[in-house]
């Protein structure tokens, strides 16, 4: 393939913004809010687990807190009336009289223990809700922090893809000036080598794979006519000649 000299210089103009492309689509990717931002939703994600299950956990106690007090209630209720039969004289029978009382002592003891119950219940409760809102108030904190990476994380990706699209409009001004097909070469060779399909010879040197040309090769290049379309020997790459190649 033959190619005037300055239009394989264009080349390189091409090569260098695909780089730079490649760059920014690099760097795009590694932005350090990403990982940022997945370790804050990993966070996220337990503490809001955490969160359900001591707002269940509250909620159950609450639930239990009700029933609780309810059996209070019951037994303070019947106990108020077993006294009120007691007070008001109308049993007469010494064993009804102390049936009732027994009764009556019975649910007080009854009525102490669901207390008891009520006080405990009511200190997991409490124990719960401090809890909730403990764990409510790093829910958010984490939140406001994932937030603010997110939004770091969006404002450099736009500018990124502000440059991004500044370098391919001139990349795409840099092709058109580029003959078809060694253009479509460059291409094949660049997918084929990890986006490097043209290489400057620099002191003897291929910039694509850093190695020094040998003296038959070097022969080769000298021999060869201005617009020649060298290839690399060793890597394959279009090779372009410049004033610094020590030829």
Same mark, same amino acid.
């Not at 033959?2 to 492309?21: G, K, Y």
């Not at 909620?59 to 007070?87: G, N, P």
């Given at each position: 393939?033959?190619?005037?000299?300055?239009?394989?210089?264009?080349?390189?103009?091409?090569?260098?913004?695909?780089?730079?492309?490649?760059?920014?689509?690099?760097?795009?990717?590694?932005?350090?809010?990403?990982?940022?931002?997945?370790?804050?939703?990993?966070?996220?994600?337990?503490?809001?687990?955490?969160?359900?299950?001591? /707002?269940? *956990?509250?909620?159950?106690? @609450?639930?239990? &807190?009700?029933?609780? !007090?309810?059996? #209070?209630?019951? +037994?303070?209720? %019947?106990?108020?009336?077993?006294?009120?039969?007691?007070?008001?004289?109308?049993?007469?029978?010494?064993?009804?009289?102390?049936?009732? /009382?027994? *009764?009556?002592?019975?649910? @007080?003891?009854? &009525?102490?223990?669901? !207390?008891?119950? #009520?006080?405990? +219940?009511?200190? %997991?409760?409490?124990?719960?809700?401090?809890?909730?809102?403990?764990?409510?108030?790093?829910?958010?904190?984490?939140?406001?922090?994932?937030?603010?990476?997110?939004?770091?994380?969006?404002?450099? &990706?736009?500018?990124?893809?502000?440059?991004?699209?500044? +370098?391919?409009?001139?990349?795409?001004?840099?092709?058109?000036?580029?003959?078809?097909?060694?253009?479509?070469?460059?291409?094949?060779?660049?997918?084929?080598?990890?986006?490097?399909?043209?290489?400057?010879?620099? &002191?003897?040197?291929?910039?694509?794979?850093?190695?020094?040309?040998?003296?038959?090769?070097?022969?080769?290049?000298?021999?060869?006519?201005?617009?020649?379309?060298?290839?690399?020997?060793?890597?394959?790459?279009?090779?372009?000649?410049?004033?610094?190649?020590?030829?």
């Amino acid at each position: 393939m033959n190619a005037a000299p300055a239009d394989q210089i264009r080349l390189l103009d091409v090569q260098a913004l695909d780089l730079r492309l490649s760059q920014l689509a690099h760097k795009r990717m590694s932005l350090p809010e990403h990982g940022e931002i997945e370790t804050l939703n990993a966070d996220l994600a337990q503490l809001r687990d955490l969160l359900v299950a001591a /707002q269940t *956990e509250e909620s159950d106690t @609450a639930r239990e &807190q009700t029933k609780a !007090e309810q059996d #209070v209630e019951q +037994v303070r209720q %019947r106990a108020a009336r077993d006294q009120q039969r007691l007070d008001s004289g109308s049993i007469t029978s010494p064993k009804d009289l102390e049936n009732l /009382q027994h *009764e009556i002592a019975s649910l @007080a003891k009854r &009525q102490g223990d669901l !207390e008891d119950v #009520v006080l405990e +219940v009511m200190e %997991r409760r409490e124990s719960a809700q401090e809890r909730v809102t403990e764990l409510t108030g790093r829910v958010g904190s984490v939140e406001a922090k994932s937030a603010d990476a997110q939004a770091r994380r969006d404002a450099a &990706q736009q500018e990124l893809d502000a440059e991004s699209g500044s +370098v391919a409009k001139e990349r795409q001004a840099a092709a058109a000036a580029v003959p078809a097909d060694l253009l479509k070469l460059y291409e094949k060779l660049r997918e084929q080598q990890g986006g490097v399909g043209a290489a400057r010879l620099f &002191q003897r040197r291929c910039e694509g794979c850093r190695q020094e040309l040998a003296i038959t090769e070097l022969n080769e290049v000298r021999a060869a006519a201005p617009d020649t379309v060298m290839r690399c020997e060793n890597c394959r790459r279009i090779l372009v000649r410049t004033p610094e190649s020590g030829l």
